[in-house]
């Protein structure tokens, strides 16, 4: 295969490949690159056996084949390359190194036989509908905080994407827990999508995805069975395999009961958390919530400097219930709060109960988090 590529497309594409490609990996092939020449296009590969994404640019393609490098030290030279420079790769086959080239650069790479290149075949995907790539991203967003990295719990190590029935009628929902929070989002069921499988979406494939939607292309299509899901996107399509597993009947620890509302602005909220939680050095250290009419006051200790503590008035507060105290990690209350865009509802039932959080603004998304002792 021989070819010249622009080096602005070419780091593009190979900044998508080279995060798929497994760098430490006992299977060397999988730390390379599939590249393919074929009537004037560069098809790149990459894939760790979970994951594979193939992403086809424009090249000028000077002689058809194929041949696999090191996918890292290949983005690496690529990177490294003054802008506006033409790549040429030239590889005459056989065991040759990959010749690189541009302008008074080269260097060459070694190969792995393109035959050792696994394949994996997305197969019969059932299931297809496009969706919009903000309203995608918005579903990513908005969950993946609480994915779940605890990899013993499996089947929580991801988001859960399923059509439901919502309260405005078909939607398409995404959840994710950890246990101690939870976020669920929805948005309008995209045509096509009424009859998937509820499925499990990796935390691998959810950052890899969440890449390629900051590429500009307006929809997304979603094809997917019951073991795989793939998503194009312009020239890229990742395949991944799905987590086989079954996510927990989440609605049944979602409190529809809770009847102690607090209403505060998200900033003044955050901001708030951050000073007082700043005391302490712990990273799970609690912040106490002590509820009283219109009035909230903050504080967290610390065994070295003491307490620290700051009261939001009626001015930035709406409360009128009983008085209450509880308390969340401030960790947890800041990746909430992060996906609020100006006032957060909180709604308690008791210092030990799960608490209802929600975005005023945005009743398409709803989440849950578990107190603390404090």
């Known amino acids: 295969m021989k070819l010249k590529a622009d080096r602005a497309i070419l780091i593009k594409a190979l900044a998508h490949i080279q995060s798929v490609a497994e760098k430490r990996n006992t299977i060397p092939i999988l730390a390379n690159v599939l590249l393919t020449v074929k009537n004037g296009h560069l098809t790149l590969t990459a894939t760790d056996m979970e994951i594979a994404v193939v992403e086809t640019v424009a090249a000028t393609g000077v002689r058809d084949g194929s041949a696999t490098a090191p996918a890292a030290v290949l983005y690496e030279i690529v990177r490294k390359l003054p802008d506006g420079a033409d790549v040429e790769l030239d590889h005459p086959g056989g065991d040759s190194p990959l010749a690189l080239r541009a302008g008074r650069y080269a260097t060459n790479l070694n190969v792995l036989p393109v035959d050792d290149f696994p394949s994996m075949v997305a197969g019969d995907l059932p299931c297809r509908f496009r ?29 859960y994407l399923h059509a439901t029935e919502g309260d405005t009628g078909p939607t398409l929902r995404a959840v994710a827990t950890d246990g101690h929070r939870l976020a669920r989002v929805e948005t309008e069921l995209p045509d096509g999508a009424a009859g998937m499988p509820g499925v499990i979406v990796p935390r691998k494939t959810v ?92 504080s967290a200790s610390s065994p070295d400097q003491g307490i620290a503590s700051e009261e939001l008035d009626e001015n930035r507060v709406s409360y009128d219930a009983a008085p209450i105290e509880i308390g969340f990690q401030a960790r947890y209350l800041n990746d909430i709060t992060d996906q609020i865009d100006k006032d957060v509802e909180f709604a308690f039932a008791d210092s030990a109960a799960p608490t209802v959080v929600r975005d005023v603004d945005s009743p398409s998304a709803l989440y849950v988090l578990m107190p603390m002792r404090v």
């Not at 991203?137 to 988001?159: H, K, V, W």
């Not at 998200?266 to 951050?274: L, P």
């Open 131 to 159: 969706i919009p790539a903000a309203t995608l991203r918005g579903l990513i967003d908005r969950t993946r905080f609480a994915i779940s990295t605890e990899e013993t719990r499996y089947y929580l190590n991801g988001i």
């Open 207 to 298: 950052a890899e995805l969440r890449k390629l939607l900051d590429e500009g292309a307006p929809d997304v299509d979603v094809a997917l069975s019951d073991t795989r899901i793939q998503f194009t996107a312009g020239g890229v399509m990742l395949t991944s395999k799905l987590i086989d597993g079954t996510f927990p009947e989440y609605e049944r620890v979602i409190p529809r009961n809770n009847d102690r509302i607090l209403r505060v602005g998200k900033r003044d909220f955050a901001d708030a958390v951050a000073r007082v939680a700043a005391i302490s050095q712990e990273r799970n250290r609690p912040v106490k919530m002590a509820l009283a009419h219109n009035l909230l006051t903050l």
